[in-house]
């Protein structure tokens, strides 16, 4: 018990420069909505690292002297109850300001509510960057890196392997057709552009969400006789197309791009099975030395069972920005909160982040390299840390895209 309260109360001086006593007055409710049902293995590291930074600050004094209360609802990655849980959050518990670790779908419906209804909303998780350009909006904020960071870096690891050797070549894809799919892809499509790759986009692959048919997505397609495979895929369908693929012969000879590969969640499915070379992004969480990460990983560790994953990281910080947001405007004016969050810098275990104007999306760091088996385990091999405003699209860019969707909503 001493050693846990120790390293709490070494992080928790990342969200305060002053010790206090613990926080006793009436607490601040903040909501917080999930997938929770729908992607459990990518929710439980956010939730633990969620309810972590909670207790942090609680222990430390609290918002003024007042206790965080987290009130947490499951969307079960289904936009009409996302929407429904913010309605609850808002008009019964009296919240001023939401969290969201939701799929995508969902949380572009619950971005819509609060843009109606202007609460401020924070996504820690949701990968699709329409959210945050084509339907970005002053109410919502990002503490993650989307699919085009992700996408942009794995396939600039590539050219910088092959060089020259990449360009004019067959492309195929595969991904989920929900939002985070078609927002990847339309990313990847963009970054090769960018580059100048001269790519050809021979065929395209759209799976419902966990219900890939391995044998005839890989018929498809070997078929088509790519060069290149961008495969954007989560959880089980990942692991099918890998064992399909492996058995016949698929990612031989062919340049193998799949930006969520990397992830612990993915790694740890695949073991043994993790393919050798394939570009990607993940979270090296026992190889990151960065100090204030250390002391949080040792915090997490000591409290939870579960390995950090992915979003924990996100899910931390979103806190952290609620925290010192409610700590300079307030607990109870949505607007006031929303103009703070603009401003303000908070902290996180790789320093001092914030929001940035264009797209209200921090500078997060990722890690690129490929993937490999590291003693008989899942591993992300060769890495370095990238960080998210280093593979952003222009300012221009994404205020063109904000106002293409919003002419195409005028024509609706």
Same mark, same amino acid.
């Given at each position: 018990?001493?050693?846990?309260? %120790? ?155 092959? %060089? ?106 695949? %073991? ?141």
């Amino acid at each position: 018990m001493a050693k846990l309260a %120790g390293l709490v109360l070494g992080l928790a001086l990342l969200a305060s420069p002053v010790l206090a006593s613990p926080a006793t007055g009436e607490p601040i409710k903040i909501g917080d909505i999930t997938s929770y049902s729908k992607i459990t293995e990518y929710i439980v590291p956010y939730q633990n690292a969620v309810r972590l930074a909670v207790d942090e600050i609680n222990e430390t004094g609290g918002i003024n002297g007042r206790p965080l209360d987290l009130i947490s609802i499951d969307s079960k990655g289904d936009p009409a109850a996302g929407v429904k849980a913010a309605e609850d959050l808002v008009a019964r518990e009296k919240v001023s300001v939401l969290l969201d670790c939701n799929v995508s779908n969902a949380t572009m419906a619950i971005s819509g509510w609060a843009k109606q209804n202007h609460i401020p909303l924070i996504n820690s998780c949701a990968t699709a960057d329409t959210i945050m350009w084509d339907n970005g909006h002053d109410y919502i904020f990002r503490t993650a890196a989307g699919s085009y960071m992700w996408v942009s870096a794995a396939i600039e690891e590539a050219v910088k392997q092959y %060089g020259d050797k990449i360009k004019g070549k067959r492309w195929a894809v595969v991904a989920p057709s929900y939002e985070s799919g078609r927002a990847a892809v339309k990313m990847a499509k963009y970054s090769a552009e960018k580059l100048g790759l001269n790519a050809e986009w021979v065929v395209e692959q759209w799976p419902a969400l966990g219900k890939l048919e391995a044998g005839p997505t890989v018929a498809a397609l070997q078929h088509a006789q790519p060069d290149v495979l961008f495969i954007y895929l989560f959880s089980s369908d990942l692991a099918k197309i890998v064992r399909e693929g492996n058995k016949r012969g698929l990612f031989k000879d062919r340049i193998i791009i799949s930006p969520i590969a990397g992830w612990p969640e993915s790694l740890d499915m695949l %073991g043994k099975e993790t393919p050798s070379g394939w570009f990607t992004v993940g979270f090296p969480v026992d190889d990151i030395k960065d100090e204030g990460f250390v002391k949080f990983r040792q915090a997490y560790n000591a409290r939870f069972k579960d390995r950090m994953k992915f979003y924990a990281l996100s899910g931390y910080s979103a806190v952290q920005a609620v925290a010192k947001t409610l700590r300079q405007a307030g607990a109870s004016d949505p607007v006031k909160i929303r103009e703070a969050l603009e401003q303000l810098s908070f902290p996180t275990p790789f320093g001092e982040e914030s929001f940035r104007k264009v797209d209200h999306t921090t500078n997060a760091p990722f890690w690129v390299g490929m993937t490999g088996v590291k003693d008989g385990k899942g591993a992300l091999l060769n890495w370095h840390v990238e960080h998210v405003y280093d593979h952003s699209p222009p300012d221009a860019w994404i205020l063109e895209q904000r106002a293409k969707a919003a002419e195409g909503k005028k024509d609706e």
